[in-house]
């Protein structure tokens, strides 16, 4: 079945450094969509992406869907601890998603 | 976005009884909700989709005779682990489809003693 390969699952950088998580999908996706979960809490929505090449920003982040809709990715410019947590793709719709096993960013002040 | 609600937050039982975890919608209907299990550091695994009015439909692996879900309501979906076991001691979080993304409650934390 479809698959949705996350990397790396765990990313530790200093304040102030850039951080990238990717997506890989051997199938063509039919969108992308983007959750963060901050320790001890529930995943929350950032994004979602549907269109081959999209790129969309919200604020520091900067989400990126490619031309073939098979990768994915989400970089953070200039992390700030507040930045903490886990970062999970997602691929699907209302009736199911299949989950990528998240990276988790750790930020040190 | 909406929001959805869960109830325990945070239960702890002894091994052999059965718990009852409530999600709600509360400013939404949700035909569909979805209950996921998360162990420490990894991702979400989805047991089972919840649809209103109908049986729930599980995955591959997950016990329907042990996770019973019941879907009443548009708003409320009902997660029972019955005989419950340490092992089942885990991160349940429930989520409501709405548009093309889920929204997800604050999850309840299980401890089996």
């Known amino acids: ?109 | 976005g909406a929001v959805v609600s869960q109830h325990p937050s945070r239960v702890i039982c002894k091994s052999g009884t059965s718990v009852k975890i409530e999600c709600r919608s509360l400013d939404f209907q949700a035909t569909t909700m979805f209950w996921y299990r998360q162990f420490p550091k990894q991702s979400l695994m989805l047991m089972a989709t919840s649809n209103e009015g109908s049986k729930a439909t599980y995955e591959q692996g997950v016990e329907k005779d042990k996770f019973l879900i019941n879907h009443a309501s548009l708003t409320l979906s009902t997660l029972t682990v019955t005989s419950a076991h340490p092992e089942d001691s885990s991160f349940y979080i429930c989520s409501a489809a709405g548009g093309s993304e889920q929204f997800f409650g604050p999850g309840t934390r299980l401890t089996v003693l």
Request: charged share 15%; hydrophobic share 30%.
């Open chain 1, 1 to 109: 079945g479809q698959q949705v390969m996350q990397i790396p699952q765990y990313q530790h950088v200093q304040e102030g450094e850039d951080f990238t998580t990717y997506c890989n999908s051997s199938t063509t996706l039919s969108n992308i969509q983007w959750y963060k979960q901050r320790p001890g809490g529930h995943p929350v929505f950032l994004i979602q992406l549907v269109k081959s090449g999209e790129v969309k920003k919200q604020k520091r982040l900067t989400f990126q869907f490619g031309e073939a809709k098979k990768n994915s990715s989400l970089h953070i410019t200039a992390t700030q601890t507040t930045d903490v947590g886990t970062y999970f793709c997602a691929s699907g719709n209302n009736r199911k998603l299949i989950w990528g096993l998240g990276t988790s960013l750790a930020v040190n002040p």
